[in-house]
């Protein structure tokens, strides 16, 4: 008996592996699973009334994923505690942590977080709603997130409403309903009570649906009440050889408003306060604020007591929140710690800006390895000076005997008496551009450290013809600086001619640094590129308010700025390659873009983008004409340099390879509602949806 049993339990085993064998991989020749799960029970049924409970239970027909729930799915009205949300199987549980609110109807969006195990197949805007009294709120509304300044889709950012219309409500209470954008920007808030809302947007880095200063807001300026509207449309069915079979006509509810659009931006806010502070070199003091400053702080030097009066230079940025400060008097150099009281503007605990002074010191020792190098150096001039002295003695006695050295020893006395053991450092320089320049680039001269002075008589400009070379306009204007925030770049005031060549030449000794330290001659050409290598762009917008165009490169690099003028611009003498326009309608008129204000109920400036890419040729002229409201806002963005792109989930991507024929409306839709259209009554995000349904109920 229990020899049998022992065969029997090995057959057994056996079995088990060649099953286990057999069974890897997975079969061929299936079709490929597109459907996303389905689902097939829920605790409570949907739109339940009287809810007491505390956890909601969704049965799928198969095992699910639930993907990035940390930033897709949301729970509305948003508790106190976050849900726990997890799946096992089949199921997804929502377990509450706190008591639900009475007589409020409850929403958990999930966005397209589901996902099947096998294939990802995602289950795209899946909602669940219920009550905890009689009645349930069905009303919703729905629009886009696009970012201001760049009008880039945001992503995951929570949009809610207020029915206290106050204006602080945003700032002082979280926000009643919410909802999150999803990977295209678009939202839909479930839920709702009939009544009057106030609509914001926010990033919330703090998680409590509020507005804080710092963070990316957008609010509309108008009250908005939920609604529906019932309209009819007609779907014709088609027999196998293209007849009519029948027309089907249906009946369907939108819920209105359906066409928000919140335009986001960040104020600006930043505190002042003393960021960072340094002394990354012996000759050099960094300082770094919070926020832009309109003035520099004011330093006394309490360490070394004796000092210069004109001790440094300051190189800084335009908004004076980084500053380095270089030291010119040699004696704070050489001090291993300075002191400073700094008087500077500081943000107070009442967020008001105040006069504050500090007491800062500024600690240097040098690294190691430069302590190092500098004893290496040291000890090679040492020994350089004393072979050099050893083979001059030996020349005198050779020469006294009427002999000479011997010719290494005569290349080795060249050599030494070529370096000079106490040779002074000298003033590093060299030109921002050369070579090949562009029509209307600048001569720019770049230093390692601050000038002290130039002698306009070592500076000489010469442009070549035919053969020869001959002085720019009789004298060489004097160099200049570019700015006053930047001590260490120069540049010469002239205007460069297409197809020409220019040499510049500075002395030696011309230029001396604040350390005392002094140029080697330079010279260097540069050579102008002709206009038959530039493309020229020419447009007619029709923008009757004041606004600039920048030209774009790949990446949003800004490569030139032009205002529009008499609903025109040009750009000039373009290098040739591909480009993207943006314009800015800027209403104060100060050539740049400016962000909102919450509090003084002002919008960012509006931004539009020429949604074609500009490939110019050489030799080429581009005149078109751009109706900035033809193209949807949410699709003018070219891809190319689009960055928040939605994701292409698995199933999407490989059921489009394997359609014979694209699909239309599909295409039109991957990065928006595939709007177009000719006029324009306002709506900036509705007029050209409306033209494309129409369209569609045309066809």
Known sequence: MKATWTYWLMMAVVGALLMACASIGSPEGGPRDYTPPQVTKTSPAPGSLNFKGQKVEITFDEIINLKDQQKKVIVSPAPKSQPLIRTVGKKVTVEFREPLEENTTYVIDFSNAIEDNNESNQLDGYAFAFSTGDEIDTLAVSGIVLRASDLEPMQHVIVGLHSNLEDSAFTRVPLERVSRTNDRGKFTILGLKPGS???????????????????????????????TSEYTSSDTIFTFDRKVDSVMTGTHTLFLPNDLLLCMFNEGYRSHYIKQTSRPADNKLYMLFGAPNDTLPTLDVIRPAQHQPDWYRVERTA?????????????????????????????????????????????????????????????????RAKRLAQLLEKQEKAAAQGKELNEGELDELKELQRVDPNETPKLNMDLAKSGTIDVGDSIILKFDVPIASIDPGGVHLEMKRDTLWVPYSGTTPPLRLVDDCNPMRYWLPVTTLPDSTYRITIDSAAVASVYGLCN????????????????????????????????????????????????????????????????????????????????????????????????????????????????????????????????????????????????????????????????????????????????????
Request: net charge negative; glycine share 4%.
């Open 197 to 227: 809302y106030h609509v914001f947007a926010i990033n919330d880095v703090d998680g409590d649906y509020r507005m804080a200063r710092t963070e990316d807001i957008a609010f509309l300026d108008k009250i908005i009440v939920p609604s």
């Open 319 to 383: 908004d004076n929140d980084s500053l380095f400060y270089w030291i010119t008097d040699s004696a704070m150099i050489k001090t291993d710690t300075i002191i400073v009281a700094m008087t500077y503007l500081r943000t107070d605990t009442a967020d008001r800006l105040q006069q504050a002074t500090d007491t800062i010191r500024f600690g240097y020792r040098k690294p190691a390895a430069q302590v190092k190098e500098e004893e290496k150096k040291a000890k090679e001039r040492e020994e």
């Open 520 to 699: 080697d001659r330079l010279s260097k050409e540069l050579k102008v590129r002709g206009l038959e290598q530039y493309a020229n762009v020419y447009f007619h917008v029709n923008v009757k308010d004041s606004a600039f165009v920048e030209l774009l490169a790949s990446g949003e690099k800004v490569i030139r700025t032009v205002p529009v003028k008499n609903n025109a611009f040009e750009l000039i003498n373009v290098t040739p390659g591909t480009y993207y326009l943006r314009l800015t309608i800027d209403s104060n008129g100060n050539g740049k873009w400016d962000t909102g204000n919450y509090a003084s109920h002002l919008q960012p400036e509006e931004v539009y983008y020429y949604p074609k890419k500009l490939r110019l040729r050489a030799n080429w002229d581009l005149d078109e004409n751009w109706n900035i409201y033809e193209t949807a806002l949410d699709l003018q963005k070219p891809d190319d340099i689009r960055h928040n792109k939605p994701e292409q989930a698995k199933n999407k991507v490989e059921k489009k390879q394997d359609k014979s024929s694209g699909d239309e409306d599909e295409e039109e839709d991957e990065f928006g509602t595939g709007i177009s259209n000719a006029s324009y009554t306002g709506n900036k995000y509705n007029d050209a949806k409306n033209n494309r349904n129409n369209r569609r109920l045309n066809r």
